[in-house]
């Protein structure tokens, strides 16, 4: 664990000397801050340069601005602030995920996830603090709702998350976002769509929504407006293949029937080559026999859709009632599904040495068990 204040920590962005009501301009989209801009009088394109600074050129201060006159960095920086999360505390794992504990501007803390693939990294967002879904194999479920988060606080994961990755000398690119993190992110649908917004604007962070991957328990009218904004492919945490043993697994998710959110799906909207993926945790014993695998390819045969397996994380103190099945198991249901031509991917369970699974962190720092010499 690297604690921020430690010496080998890398170096926090100075602090804003703006007031404390100081508007956050990570919280503008670009016509909100050409608005801005107009009103301290300037043109639009100030507004464009201030906002490559601020997402393209990960600017801590309006001193680097150096495009700006002298004049405007004065009137902003009496006027705003730059003010992403902080991180409170950060974990590296044996397998290259690194995953952040991020506190707000309320001290409220939420985490996120860097995870390293063969040739990027693809970072694991949240939407809220806490979350009040109340899934049973989810720490962050346990929790219960705190709030929503902001878009500042949603985007700025990614600043973070990129000041890290450079600051720590990883060469290989941020280039997938997974909306998976703490929180149901169409309980904020308001704030989600202005992050998407934001990161898939071309002079922005630029993010194509092929790259970025809204995942939801299957509320249909988040997922109407998600699915109109073409911003984001489309997950569902299924998790069950049958409405009863859904309803015990996520109570909150199972107000919807299941299949009144398969009807949904059948009317999404999909880009060629675009699939539906479908989220499953195998718990042991509970999701993962043979009859499981056949209810799900009968739930899901006639859907243009792929299913991402994954064996549970279970908390390292072992607490809670589910375990993870065992690898042969596992196997058996990958190919129970490939038989009937559904495409699986197998997913590995990453960071487990550093309590990755959503919201186990945040619960450790919370109760006092973080071990500071991890
Ligand atoms: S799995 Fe996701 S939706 Fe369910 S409780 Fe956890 S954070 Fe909320």
Known sequence: MTRPDSPTAPAAPPASLAPPDAVNLLDLELPELEELLARLGHKPFRARQLWQWLWQKNAATFEEMTNLSKDLR???????????PRIADARASSDGTVKLLLRLGDGEVVET?????KDHYTQCLSTQAGCAMGCTFCSTGRMGLVRNMTMAEIVGQVLVGRRRLAETGVALPLRNLVFMGMGEPLMNTRELLR???TLN???????????????TCGLPAGMRELGASGLASLAVSLHAPTQELRAQLMPAAAKVPLHELIDALKDYPLKNRQRITFEYILLKGVNDTPEHARQL?????????????????????GSGPYQAPGPER???????????NITVILRKSKGADIAAACGQLRTEHKTGRADPKT
Do not use: Y
Request: contains cysteine; glycine residues 2%.
């Open 74 to 84: 004065a009137q902003l920086a009496a006027a705003a602030a730059i003010r992403p």
């Open 113 to 117: 996830v860097l995870i390293p693939e």
């Open 195 to 197: 992050a998407l917004r």
């Open 201 to 215: 604007h071309p002079l922005g962070l630029d993010f194509s929504p092929r790259r970025m991957t809204v995942s």
């Open 330 to 340: 596992i196997l058996a249901f990958e190919k129970a599904l490939w038989d009937k």
């Open 297 to 317: 390819v009968r739930l899901l045969s006639h859907l243009k859709c792929k299913i991402n397996l994954i064996a549970f994380n279970a908390p390292r103190d």
